[in-house]
């Protein structure tokens, strides 16, 4: 079984400032990880995926996360954040030939003029 | 623009009714799952269905939830009856089915049925 931490349940941040969210996750197996975001009232969509290869993975709205074998991590940053950006994000972890995500308890990112 | 659409968006209804909601998945999509999510649990895999068979509904409270998918438009999540602790946001997901397996697929969300028992 695979589990997610998202220690932060809220980060507020400036506008232009950057951010990073922090997700670790712990599995007896190889791991696919992601990132959605919840906007107000929508369901998820997909900002980024890691599957293999590059440790870096950039997706949408400029959001990038890193993944680390090491540390067992799967952080997402942004260098220059924007009001739009205020939403809810999950990260989530499914074992390699597995099927069921497993979601981390999201992390409200607010960001203030 | 392909969307996964659920009805109904809102559902108030009182405890020891019938709920039904629905989801139409992406044309072409394979997978379809079923989630419910709530301030205290977060979000929770209640169903998956490949190719409308059920694979695991091991989240799923099976004396008073059902879930099938009578066609590949259309899947289905009843409950019955609801009790209050039912009350949540529950969504319905598909995906493509990519050749590198479940795991490795996006998956897209509909925008929820907000369901509230009294």
């Known amino acids: 079984a695979q589990s997610v931490t998202q220690l932060d349940s809220q980060v507020p941040v400036f506008e232009e400032a950057p951010v990073e969210l922090r997700c670790n996750y712990s599995?007896?197996?190889?791991?696919?990880l992601f990132w959605y975001v919840q906007y107000p009232n929508q369901g998820l969509q997909l900002l980024l995926k890691?599957?293999?290869?590059?440790?870096l993975v950039k997706g949408i709205n400029g959001f990038e996360a890193e993944f680390n074998k090491s540390q067992t991590s799967f952080h997402l940053r942004k260098p220059s954040v924007h009001i739009s950006d205020t939403a809810e994000y999950f990260c989530?972890?499914?074992?390699?030939?597995?099927?069921?995500?497993?979601f981390g308890t999201g992390t409200q990112l607010k960001v203030e003029l | 623009d392909a969307r996964v659409t659920q009805t109904p968006r809102d559902k108030v209804t009182e405890m020891g009714q019938e709920v039904t909601m629905r989801c139409q998945p992406i044309l072409g999509h394979n997978t379809v799952f079923w989630y419910r999510q709530t301030m205290m649990q977060g979000l929770e895999l209640l169903a998956y269905?490949?190719?409308?068979?059920?694979?695991?509904d091991s989240g799923m409270p099976k004396d008073r939830f059902s879930a099938e998918m009578p066609d590949a438009t259309l899947a289905t999540l009843k409950i019955q009856p609801s009790e209050p602790r039912d009350s949540a946001v529950y969504f319905c997901a598909s995906g493509p089915g990519l050749a590198g397996g479940p795991g490795t697929d996006t998956q897209y969300f509909g925008p929820g049925t907000r369901l509230t028992v009294l």
């Open positions: 890691y599957l293999s290869g590059s440790t």
């Open positions: 269905f490949r190719n409308r068979a059920p694979l695991d």
């Open positions: 989530a972890v499914v074992s390699r030939g597995g099927n069921k995500l497993t």
């Open positions: 599995s007896s197996v190889s791991v696919y």
